[in-house]
């Protein structure tokens, strides 16, 4: 049996420690990969080959406490052969009429989870959480008879004791890989429902008649009559099967001589239509290339006026000042005139 416990020191943030080493993990590899909001009371049951992997989270503290006086939540994960004795601990999980989802299961393991000055923050006592997983599997199974294999949701609050008598009398059906239990009061109808799940329970399931019977997704040979000689083989996915008439087998052949034909048209369309693009960008990128040269003449040209006009500004500058010159050179000299006054 293994043993994993989530859980936290009071400084010392939320880690897994493998309970049996004594070591802090990343995360255990036979985790259940179902989605469940590990703050709140959940318990997945998966069948794991030869295993069974039972993963309960949310158990409240009533002694532990962090460096903000919030009381620490654990999580635990058994993973055995044994399947008594993880039939007796999702009971025990559950509870009984009227006791709160995990409430005994919780109290047990805060004797056995302690914070410490250790790197992770706290140890687990393995010994009494294996020895805990026996206890219950005598206390709780009355026997094991074979299970109805059929898939089954339901309301939480209305079945939990229905979930409780069925857990006691009967086993769990085969299936590498199938969630034997799934009960969160949080979990929506479709996530259970999109599961291959043999019994799940939820609070947001409306189902005033009883259990939800689930299409049925995989089935198991042994269970319809069928020996497997290959060990450890799982439920086989299945499709119903549909009868193909006349009409359908023509449709089905036309199909089959019409989308590769489609296929091409339609690469063919997008072949000339890339094509049509690229031509367009050439003649954009060839007439851009003919405004730039016509403008290079134009800024050419402006400049040959540019420097002609200095040149005729330059003549009549000069002739101006020649001009100015000539008339300065040619103006005659007077002479102030003498009048003769009588003396």
Same mark, same amino acid.
């Given at each position: 049996?293994?043993?994993?416990?989530?859980?936290?020191?009071?400084?010392?943030?939320?880690?897994?420690?493998?309970?049996?080493?004594?070591?802090?993990?990343?995360?255990?590899?036979?985790?259940?990969?179902?989605?469940?909001?590990i703050d709140?009371? =959940?318990? $997945?049951? *998966?069948?794991?080959?030869? *295993?069974?992997?039972?993963?309960? %989270?949310?158990l %409240?503290?009533?002694?532990?406490?962090?460096?903000?006086?919030?009381?620490?939540?654990?999580?635990?994960?058994?993973?055995?052969?044994?399947?008594?004795?993880?039939?007796? @601990?999702?009971?025990?999980?559950?509870?009984?009429?009227?006791?709160?989802l995990?409430?005994?299961?919780?109290?047990?393991?805060?004797?056995?989870?302690?914070?410490?000055?250790?790197?992770?923050?706290?140890?687990?006592?393995?010994?009494?959480?294996?020895?805990?997983?026996?206890?219950v599997?005598?206390?709780? $199974?009355?026997? =094991?008879?074979?299970?109805?294999?059929?898939?089954?949701?339901?309301?939480?609050?209305?079945?939990?004791?229905?979930?409780?008598?069925?857990?006691?009398?009967?086993?769990?059906?085969?299936?590498?890989?199938?969630?034997?239990?799934?009960?969160?009061? %949080?979990?929506?109808?479709?996530? @259970?429902?999109?599961?291959? $799940?043999?019994?799940?329970?939820?609070? *947001?399931?409306?189902?005033?008649?009883?259990?939800?019977?689930?299409?049925?997704?995989?089935?198991?040979?042994?269970?319809?009559?069928?020996n497997?000689?290959?060990?450890?083989?799982?439920?086989?996915?299945?499709?119903?099967?549909?009868?193909?008439?006349?009409? %359908?087998?023509?449709?089905?052949?036309?199909?089959?001589?019409?989308?590769?034909?489609?296929?091409?048209?339609?690469?063919?369309?997008?072949?000339?239509t890339?094509?049509?693009?690229? *031509?367009?960008?050439?003649?954009?990128?060839?007439?851009?290339?003919?405004?730039?040269?016509?403008?290079?003449?134009?800024?050419?040209?402006?400049?040959?006026?540019?420097?002609?006009?200095?040149?005729?500004?330059?003549l009549?500058?000069?002739?101006?000042?020649?001009?100015?010159?000539?008339?300065?050179?040619?103006?005659?000299?007077?002479?102030?005139? $003498?009048?003769?006054e009588?003396?």
């Amino acid at each position: 049996m293994k043993i994993y416990v989530k859980s936290r020191g009071v400084s010392q943030d939320y880690c897994w420690l493998d309970a049996e080493k004594g070591i802090e993990i990343d995360k255990p590899p036979e985790l259940p990969k179902f989605k469940v909001d590990i703050d709140d009371f =959940s318990l $997945i049951l *998966q069948r794991q080959g030869n *295993q069974l992997a039972l993963f309960v %989270t949310g158990l %409240t503290s009533s002694k532990r406490v962090d460096y903000q006086n919030r009381k620490i939540r654990n999580s635990i994960l058994w993973v055995a052969d044994d399947e008594s004795c993880l039939r007796g @601990l999702v009971i025990q999980a559950l509870g009984k009429e009227g006791e709160p989802l995990g409430g005994q299961l919780a109290a047990q393991l805060d004797e056995m989870i302690s914070s410490t000055a250790t790197e992770s923050g706290f140890q687990a006592d393995f010994d009494k959480m294996k020895n805990l997983a026996k206890q219950v599997s005598r206390q709780d $199974i009355e026997s =094991s008879k074979s299970p109805n294999p059929q898939g089954k949701i339901g309301n939480l609050s209305q079945l939990k004791a229905n979930l409780h008598n069925e857990l006691r009398r009967f086993s769990f059906p085969e299936g590498d890989g199938l969630f034997l239990v799934v009960v969160s009061p %949080t979990l929506s109808q479709a996530n @259970l429902e999109h599961e291959n $799940i043999w019994r799940g329970l939820s609070n *947001q399931i409306d189902s005033d008649d009883g259990w939800i019977t689930l299409p049925l997704k995989k089935k198991q040979q042994s269970l319809i009559g069928q020996n497997s000689s290959s060990e450890g083989a799982g439920l086989q996915y299945t499709r119903p099967v549909q009868s193909v008439g006349p009409a %359908t087998g023509q449709l089905r052949t036309l199909a089959k001589i019409v989308f590769p034909w489609l296929g091409w048209v339609v690469s063919l369309v997008l072949a000339v239509t890339l094509l049509m693009v690229h *031509q367009e960008n050439q003649d954009l990128i060839l007439e851009n290339s003919q405004l730039q040269e016509e403008n290079e003449t134009l800024v050419e040209e402006n400049r040959k006026l540019t420097n002609e006009n200095r040149e005729d500004q330059d003549l009549i500058e000069s002739g101006r000042e020649n001009g100015n010159e000539f008339m300065n050179n040619n103006n005659p000299q007077v002479s102030p005139s $003498i009048s003769d006054e009588p003396e």
